[in-house]
């Protein structure tokens, strides 16, 4: 069962809106107290990676393949910020939370 199933099982009632092609990034659901909705939340830094992931599937088909790692993950963000993060409005709208903050504290 993928964790859009999950959603939909768990919360029956509910019409979330959840990101195309991240799936993988979700984290859970939390109430939004402002619009008194429950919305998907998922995490930013998963979200990047899987356009990093898709980035790379690319890359023989096109100019992605000269990117140097820092470049691509550069690219990467700022897609995720302008057509992903950006690109949700409304009060069903996802949270991605910024978790990366602790990857440099994890032993």
């Not at 964790?3 to 195309?20: F, G, I, M, T």
């Not at 402002?34 to 890359?59: A, G, H, W």
């Not at 409005?89 to 949270?95: A, S």
Request: glycine share 4%; charged share 35%.
């Amino acid at each position: 069962m993928n964790k859009r199933e999950v959603l939909a099982e768990n919360y029956p009632d509910e019409e979330l809106l959840c990101a195309d092609g991240f799936d993988g990034a979700i984290i859970g659901v939390t109430y939004n107290i402002k619009t008194s909705t429950l919305v998907v939340c998922y995490s930013r830094t998963k979200c990047i990676e899987i356009i990093i992931n898709d980035i790379k599937r690319e890359s023989e088909f096109s100019n992605y393949e000269k990117l140097t790692d820092d470049e691509m993950l550069e690219e990467a963000i700022e897609h995720f910020e302008y057509n992903v993060e950006g690109a949700y409005v409304g009060e069903k709208t996802p949270i991605f939370v910024n978790d990366e903050i602790f990857e440099m504290y994890e032993e």
